[in-house]
Structure formats: C-alpha cells, structure tokens
C-alpha cells in the first residue's frame, strides 16, 4: 500500500473518532435537555426542511443496488463455473430489485416525501416507479463503470460493504421497538397518557394508545433516529464511489467529511419537524459513525491484503 493510501486511512479513522466523540457530546447533552431543545427548535409545518430530511434515506438504499451491478459484472466476468455464474447473478439481480422496491417505499414513507405527497405513502405503483425512474438505473451504471476498475478484491471491499449497511439497517429496526419512545410532535398534540419519556425509560402501552387515539404506531418509534443512521452512513457510503470512480480517491478524506455534514443537516432537521429528541438524532449517529469506523477498518485490511497479491 503506498504511503498515500496508508495516510488516507489513518486520516479517515481519527475523523471518525472525532466524529464519534462529538456525537458522544450531544448525546450526553440530550440526556438532560431533550425536551428544552425539541421546544425550541419545533416548526412542524417548514416545507424547506421537510423536503431536505426526504433525502436522508436517499444514499443508504441507492448505494447498494448501485455497488450489487458492480458485482454482478464481477461474477460475469469471473473465473467460476458457469453453474455458479447463474446462481450468483441471479442473486445479485434479486437482492438489487429487493433492496430497489424497499428503497422505493423508504423514500416515499410518512417520515420522507409523504410528508409532502401523502398519496405516496405505500402506495405500491408510485413505489414501484420510484425505483424504476430513481433507483434500478443505477444497478447498471455499476456494471458499466466495474468494467474499467483493475482493483483484483473489489468483490471483497462490496461484499464488506454491503454487511454494514445491513448492520445499520438491522440495528435500526431493533432498537426502535426496543424503546417505543413518542415523538415530539405527538407529544405536544396533549393525549392524555402520552407525554415526555427520557430515552433510558421504555414507553409502555404504545399499542393500546395507538388503538385509542388512532395514532399511527410509527408515533412511537422515536429513539433511535433511522434518519440518523443512514443519514449518517453516507460518511461511508460517498469514499466506496473512489472504487469505480478513479479520480474521487485522491479524495476521500473530504468525501467522508461531506458524509458527516450530510449525516447532521439530516440530523437537526428531524429535531424541527418533531420527528426526534436531539438524544434520538445523537444516538443514531453514533451507530452509524461506530460502522463507519468498522468499515474503515475492514477497507484498511482488505488494502493490506492487496499488497500481498
């Protein structure tokens, strides 16, 4: 590995470890003063900032699909059986028009351009067009773009990818059922039984007040922020375009710190809306800058590696 690779590396890693600390900083601030900061920052009804939290989910679901055409021209192009050729394209396209129809229903969910179209929100045709028009293209412009990369463990730097993007999904998901915290904007509307709840405190009875109020159980799925953590993935979504895309490597430092910036418009626009307590927003993105240290090092590793083949 030439110095001015290893140097990118150690320069990403101490950018993530400062990110890491600072998002450390304002959850522990949160902690104490969710509720201050939530009132004081609340506009439910800013178009300008609904339109920019719509994109926070944009980059964790189109990178995939984008980085599984890249590996579907590697395996084309593979030294494997023919047999084996079959069933591992077949796995990429599948898991491209998967992750594609997902993407599709994130990006038009209540919390994303729903807010702004409501119509859009699981509606299964829209989805299905939003994927077309938005997401599916870019499964063969990785294809085309794989065919100039000489890089012999590019199939290994995807492959490693592609787990922690599945890592923040799944951490998303799990913790926020785990806590059933309400959400600001829900809060202030003054249900009886439905108020402040620190994010150490689980909720309970969600589902019965949901039945009640005819709330929507999303109202109670506050902490973590998603937003966050894919928002924030981006730091480690933006340097892997270097792989197919020469000219970004001498820059990947500054892709990494535009993922950062990225990550915390995302972040202080769902406090705004009142989708999130700043505790939310922080503690969502610390997981994903946690993966994005994980990704950092496995990068390391696999370039390391490289310079033994």
């Known amino acids: 590995m030439s110095k001015s690779l290893k140097k990118e590396y150690r320069e990403q890693l101490l950018f993530n470890v400062i990110v890491l600390l600072f998002f450390g900083v304002l959850f522990f601030a949160?902690?104490?003063?969710?509720?201050?900061?939530?009132?004081?920052?609340?506009?439910?009804?800013?178009?300008?900032?609904?339109?920019?939290?719509?994109?926070?989910?944009?980059?964790?679901?189109?990178?995939?699909?984008?980085?599984?055409?890249?590996?579907?021209?590697?395996?084309?192009?593979?030294?494997?059986?023919?047999?084996?050729?079959?069933?591992?394209?077949?796995?990429?396209?599948?898991?491209?028009?998967?992750?594609?129809?997902?993407?599709?229903?994130?990006?038009?969910?209540?919390?994303?351009?729903?807010m702004l179209f409501p119509s859009a929100y699981r509606n299964f045709p829209i989805i299905a067009v939003v994927s077309i028009i938005f997401e599916y293209p870019l499964f063969f412009v990785g294809y085309h773009f794989a065919k100039k990369s000489q890089d012999k463990l590019l199939a290994q730097r995807i492959i490693g990818l592609l787990i922690i993007l599945l890592l923040a999904f799944i951490a998303m998901q799990g913790l926020k059922y785990t806590f059933n915290r309400p959400r600001y904007r829900t809060v202030v509307l003054g249900y009886d039984g439905i108020g402040f709840v620190p994010w150490y405190n689980r909720f309970e009875g969600a589902s019965e007040y949901s039945e009640l109020y005819g709330i929507d159980g999303d109202e109670f799925l506050s902490f973590p922020s998603g937003h966050s953590i894919l928002g924030v993935s981006t730091m480690y979504i933006l340097p892997s375009l270097s792989w197919i895309f020469p000219k970004l490597k001498k820059h990947q430092l500054l892709l990494v710190m535009t993922g950062f910036m990225f990550g915390l418009i995302i972040m202080f626009t769902r406090i705004i809306l009142g989708a999130h307590y700043l505790s939310d927003v922080s503690a969502g993105a610390i997981i994903?800058?946690?993966?994005?240290?994980?990704?950092?090092?496995?990068?390391l590793r696999i370039s390391l590696k490289q310079d033994k083949i």
């Open 30 to 114: 949160g902690t104490f003063l969710d509720e201050d900061v939530a009132r004081t920052l609340f506009s439910s009804n800013n178009t300008v900032v609904a339109v920019i939290t719509s994109f926070g989910a944009v980059p964790f679901f189109m990178a995939p699909v984008l980085f599984l055409g890249v590996l579907y021209e590697r395996t084309v192009h593979s030294d494997r059986g023919k047999a084996v050729k079959v069933i591992l394209c077949i796995i990429c396209a599948v898991l491209a028009l998967f992750v594609g129809f997902v993407g599709g229903g994130a990006i038009t969910d209540r919390n994303s351009f729903a």
């Open 288 to 299: 994903g800058t946690v993966l994005s240290l994980a990704y950092t090092i496995i990068q």
